[in-house]
């Protein structure tokens, strides 16, 4: 194919370095800052990389102790954890059968594309009786409220990467064991979800790492340790009155890990979600 | 079998999704509808029916007029220069060079970085005391003081589409360079063939690969950018004087600091028809370029 001529090999280089300087350098602060010390981070000129390592800040929000800060953060990570896997499990729950019935039969796919149409809504739209109806059954500042909530969110998208995940498994394989003698039910049990089994994997993933990150309803319908999520605790600290900038930046990179390690690890599923399925809402 | 049983069939595996799609998000938007035309409050009053008096006061007011210019310029210059900046690192990871399949797993970072945890780094680096980008430029030696970046109005809205930029970009980088992986070698072979260069070549042989799921990336990212809420709210909450609010921002305060239920329905509404309206033009001009490059 093309030659490359030095000169367009020395540019690619150049911009590749460049590139990676541009994703790395805001990450790499964000950690450097939570094993500064405090001193470091206030320093005029400000001090690039810390003289002594300081990993304290992270025993200190993963601490249980009562009435620390690691006591709110702790708690905040594990609301998050059951939110997002409490709406997650229901989203693929729901978007399983729903993904291979409009899959199977495109008369009804018009239902679907009405769900998908709903990505449009800004959640305002939906806040204010959402808020209500919270209130109103008691489920405000409530773990099991604000999944139920997430559904909004989570369960049309998981339902648009199943149904193009079944898309792509032949429904001759399904036919040649009906006609082999199986029912439909042992059909999808025996041949079909296994063969799905990635996709219902990556549309979990994807659920998940939306529930994870959201913030808008959390910050409206959450109020103290018993349902405040991570992004909502993360918020308070950056807007509250915290002196210590590695204390918030610590939190930070916590909240960050489990989603970047997922990114990384998935790294192959994530992409062909993400253009098979579109975009994350 | 039947086709009328295949059909009950396939309704009965959706109901489920079905009846929560219409618990979380039919009911409410219909009662979003209802409670636009009333006074209601957000604890308290049910209100009563006022008809389009919201609609009215608040499109005539004059924060509706400054805040849909101020989000409508945010989710342009986002959107843009997430599509330019996307490409052009798409292009730079298809090439072959050292270390190009590093880069491209680096490229997911952004995008996996809840968009809170993205807020809070950027507040950080901006901030007027202690950030990192003033001890840089200061250092650099282009400014000559500390600037509080995010507290003055001529700089706050440039230092949120920066911090936006930067997580989104990569997100249309990678939807792209997927796209450019499926353009077919042998096409790419008979352009050289044929004597095309290097502009020529992006225009008639790659770009047609790239224009359907551009298209789709930029609908998305649209949509998103209209609706924006979350990073907005922790870096500036729509401050400072106004000159960062969003629809959503401005939405929030009607229904929830000033618990004017009533009319922030109405302002929520008006927010999702401009969005239907982008969507439908977008939509039609999908399906024409999907229809040309095809």
């Known amino acids: 194919m093309e030659r490359q001529n030095p000169l367009f090999r020395l540019f690619l280089h150049v911009a590749a370095l460049l590139l990676a300087a541009v994703i790395l350098a805001p990450l790499l602060w964000l950690f450097v800052m939570s094993i500064s010390p405090a001193a470091d981070l206030a320093a005029k000129p400000l001090r690039w990389w810390p003289a002594t390592m300081d990993f304290s800040r992270y025993a200190t929000l993963l601490s249980t102790l009562e009435n620390s800060a690691g006591a709110a953060f702790t708690a905040s990570l594990r609301n998050s954890l059951m939110v997002a896997g409490m709406a997650t499990v229901a989203a693929v729950a729901l978007a399983v059968p729903a993904g291979w019935a409009v899959s199977r039969t495109p008369s009804v796919g018009w239902s679907l594309s009405l769900v998908i149409a709903t990505y449009m809504l800004p959640p305002v739209a939906l806040a204010v009786p959402l808020y209500m109806a919270l209130a109103k059954f008691g489920l405000l500042n409530n773990v099991f409220g604000l999944a139920l909530v997430y559904l909004t969110i989570l369960a049309p998208f998981t339902t648009w990467l199943m149904k193009s995940g079944f898309d792509g498994i032949p429904r001759e394989i399904e036919q040649a064991a009906v006609i082999d003698g199986a029912s439909l039910w042992q059909t999808l049990r025996i041949i079909t979800l296994p063969l799905a089994m990635p996709v219902v994997a990556t549309s979990a993933l994807f659920a998940f790492l939306l529930g994870w990150d959201e913030f808008f309803y959390a910050l409206l319908f959450t109020s103290d340790q018993r349902a405040k999520t991570l992004t909502v605790a993360i918020a308070d600290l950056a807007g509250g009155r915290v002196s210590d900038y590695g204390l918030i930046a610590t939190a930070g990179v916590l909240a960050a890990l489990p989603p970047v390690l997922i990114g990384l690890v998935m790294q192959r599923a994530l992409i062909s979600g993400l253009t098979a399925g579109g975009v994350k809402g | 079998m039947s086709g009328t049983w295949i059909t009950t069939r396939a309704w009965l595996l959706m109901l489920p999704l079905l009846i929560v799609m219409v618990a979380v998000i039919g009911w409410p938007l219909a009662d979003t509808v209802q409670l636009s035309f009333t006074d209601a409050r957000l604890v308290g009053t049910s209100g009563s029916y006022v008809g389009f008096d919201n609609y009215v006061r608040l499109v005539s007011g004059n924060a509706f007029g400054r805040t849909l210019f101020t989000t409508t310029f945010f989710a342009l210059v986002v959107v843009t220069t997430e599509m330019v900046f996307g490409v052009l690192a798409a292009l730079l990871l298809n090439q072959q060079f050292r270390g190009r399949t590093l880069l491209r797993a680096l490229m997911i970072l952004p995008w996996a970085l809840p968009t809170v945890v993205n807020a809070t780094l950027w507040r950080l680096i901006y901030n007027p005391e202690y950030g990192a980008l003033n001890a840089a430029l200061t250092q650099l030696g282009l400014i000559s003081g500390y600037r509080s970046w995010l507290g003055e109005p001529g700089t706050a809205l440039a230092a949120l589409i920066v911090a936006d930029c930067w997580k989104n970009f990569p997100l249309v980088a990678l939807i792209a360079l997927a796209a450019l992986q ?113």
């Open chain 2, 182 to 294: 499926a353009v077919p070698r042998d096409v790419v072979a008979a352009s050289f063939v044929d004597g095309a260069g290097a502009f020529a070549r992006f225009r008639f042989v790659t770009l047609p690969y790239l224009a359907g799921p551009l298209m789709v990336a930029l609908v998305l990212r649209t949509i998103e950018a209209f609706k924006v809420f979350d990073i907005i709210w922790v870096m500036t909450r729509g401050g400072p004087a106004n000159s960062t609010r969003t629809m959503s921002i401005l939405v929030y305060q009607e229904a929830f600091s000033f618990q004017r239920a009533g009319s922030g329905a109405s302002l929520a509404l008006i927010v999702t028809l401009i969005i239907t309206v982008l969507a439908v033009a977008y939509g039609t001009m999908v399906k024409k370029v999907a229809g040309s490059a095809a």
